[in-house]
């Protein structure tokens, strides 16, 4: 099995997809899907794939909450709130899902949180998209002042740290997902790590049966390898030293990553025209708080193509 991105218009950079997996990786989560599980429903909530995650973040099953997706989870969390918080720059989903349940949304513009006053649930990223940056935990907690607060960790897995997991509270949820380090966009798996209490309200205000029952075996399987994502992450890792230190000796402001993408403060329209033309998918980012571009890194010999077109950019 070769591992072609999907993309017609060039290089695939702008979904943050991991593609350093060997198709080995692949190839045994495939080996899972078997008769029974297309033939039968699964049970309501994962529960196999509660139990495994439960071990292997050591955290008790009753606080884990599965979904399609750190989207879905997103969703149920987000369905309980009233008034919805949002720190920007963000993810545009959360703006996105907020209002399409009809809930108010107020954002602000990080550092600032004063706007923010009277949200019942804050959604906070990081580390971030689109700027790579990871918040501190002083940050963090001035939130955990104003609401609760759900912590996106979607790309928490290259940053090196534990993140937010060791804190979740009644003021604190933290998600995850299967989509960005874990290499499995295409299963839409992401889960919650949340107090029972929220867990099982959330629950009660959503729909059981979201993750399939081949998502669920090969999402399970996964965490057997997580040897082979682990060393997919170190050359994510090494990839972006690399690129992060060319790029800023072209002369760009690139913020310092913790995820497996870079952004180029600054560069607009044009250059991303550019650059999609010469073959080169990158997202063009516009949001409060971040103009640029993002990229996400993939082996080195696409970089490196890249950066010749950087290096003529005025
Ligand atoms: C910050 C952030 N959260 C959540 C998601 C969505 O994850 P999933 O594919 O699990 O729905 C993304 C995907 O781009 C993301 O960047």
Redesign the pocket.
């Known amino acids: 099995m070769e591992l072609i991105p999907i993309y017609e218009g060039g290089e695939r950079l702008f979904?943050?997809e991991n593609l350093f997996l060997p198709s080995t990786y692949y190839e045994e989560l495939i080996k899972v899907v078997e008769m029974n599980l297309i033939r039968f429903y699964p049970t309501p909530w994962a529960d196999r794939l509660v139990e495994a995650l439960s071990s292997f973040l050591n955290v008790d099953e009753g606080s884990v909450l599965p979904g399609?997706?750190?989207?879905?989870?997103?969703r149920m969390l987000i369905s309980g709130a009233d008034r919805v918080g949002i720190v920007e720059p963000?993810?545009s989903?959360y703006e996105h899902l907020a209002r399409s349940m009809g809930k108010e949304v107020r954002s602000s513009v990080y550092p600032d949180i004063d706007p923010l006053a009277e949200c019942d649930l804050i959604i906070v990223?990081t580390p971030?998209?689109p700027t790579g940056l990871s918040y501190s935990r002083g940050f963090v907690e001035e939130l955990r002042s104003i609401g609760h607060v759900v912590v996106?960790e979607?790309?928490v897995e290259f940053s090196g740290s534990e993140g937010f997991l060791r804190d979740v509270d009644e003021t604190l949820t933290v998600?995850r997902?299967?989509?960005?380090a874990w290499g499995l966009?295409g299963l839409?798996?992401?889960y919650a790590i949340s107090p029972e209490e929220v867990v099982t309200l959330a629950k009660g205000r959503s729909l059981p049966y979201q993750v399939s029952a081949p998502s669920e075996a090969m999402a399970i399987r996964a965490l057997e390898m997580s040897g082979l994502v682990h060393e997919s992450v170190k050359e994510v890792e090494r990839v972006r030293e690399r690129l992060t230190g060319r790029l800023r000796a072209i002369g760009f402001e690139v913020p310092d990553s913790s995820t497996n993408f870079v952004f180029i403060k600054s560069l607009g329209r044009e250059a991303w025209e550019r650059l999609r033309a010469r073959g080169f998918a990158v997202r063009l980012v516009d949001r409060p708080g971040a103009r640029g571009i993002r990229i996400t890194l993939v082996p080195w010999e696409v970089m490196d193509g890249l950066l010749e077109e950087l290096e003529v950019i005025p």
């Open positions: 979904y943050n399609a997706g750190a989207d879905d989870v997103l963000a993810y989903m990223n971030n998209n996106d979607a790309y998600v997902t299967f989509s960005k966009a839409r798996v992401g």
